[in-house]
C-alpha cells in the first residue's frame, strides 16, 4: 500500500525520483541505441498529462521515459516490484499496478500524480503484445475523464523489428528506435460526464486517436 499525505490521499509518488529516473533514462537510451525523437514539443511543458504508448518491448518504457521532455511517472506491473528492483522502481517514482484486479492504491497513487501536474505514462493495452492498440483497457480513459488531463500518443517504432546478437533480450545496440509525439487531445466529449456509458464512449475515442497517431508514425518514420 502507498503512504498517505496528510489529508488522508495517498502521497504522489517522488517527482524528484522521477526526474532522476529520466537522466538516467536519457543516458541509457542514447547510449544505447541510436533515437529518433519527432514530435516531442507536443508534450506540454507543465501541467497534468498522460502519455499513452503503444508497448511491443520490455524497453518501451524506459525508451519513452528518457526520450520523454520532462520527468514521467510510470505505471508498471506489480511483478516487477519484487527483490532490490522493488524499491529502486518506487524511489525513481514508478508506479506499481495489479493488473488482475482494481488496484485502489495504484489508481490512488496515479490521480495524485495528476493532480499535482505531473506527467504519467501508460501503456493501455495493459500488457506487452503487438503494440497496435487494438484492445485497449478503460484505465486511461478512467484517469483521463478523472482528471482532465489531455492525453499525448506515443508511437515506439523499431523496439521489437530485431534482436541484438551480443544481448538477445534488447534490440540491436546502437539501432535506431523511432519515437513520435502526438498532438495532446481530450478523451471526453466536453460534457464531463463519467458515467459508464461516457467511460466506455471515452475509450473507444482513447482508442481511434491512438491508432490513427500511430498509422500516422508508421507512415512518417517508413517503418
Known sequence: MS???DDGRPAEPSPRGAAAARRIGVGLVHGGWRPRVLGAWRVPAAGPVILAGNHSHNIDGPVVIGTAPRPVHFMVK???FVGPLGPLLRGFG???VDRNSADRAAVGEVLAVLRSGGALGIFPEGTRGVGDFAALRSGLAYFALR???????VAVLGSSERRSRLVPALPPLRGRIDVVYGDPFDAGDGSGRRTRAALDAATERVQERLAAHLASARLLTGR
Open 94 to 96: 514508478q508506479i506499481g
Open 3 to 5: 503512504a498517505s499525505g
Open 78 to 80: 506489480r511483478e516487477a
Open 147 to 153: 482528471s482532465g488531463a489531455p492525453v499525448v500518443p
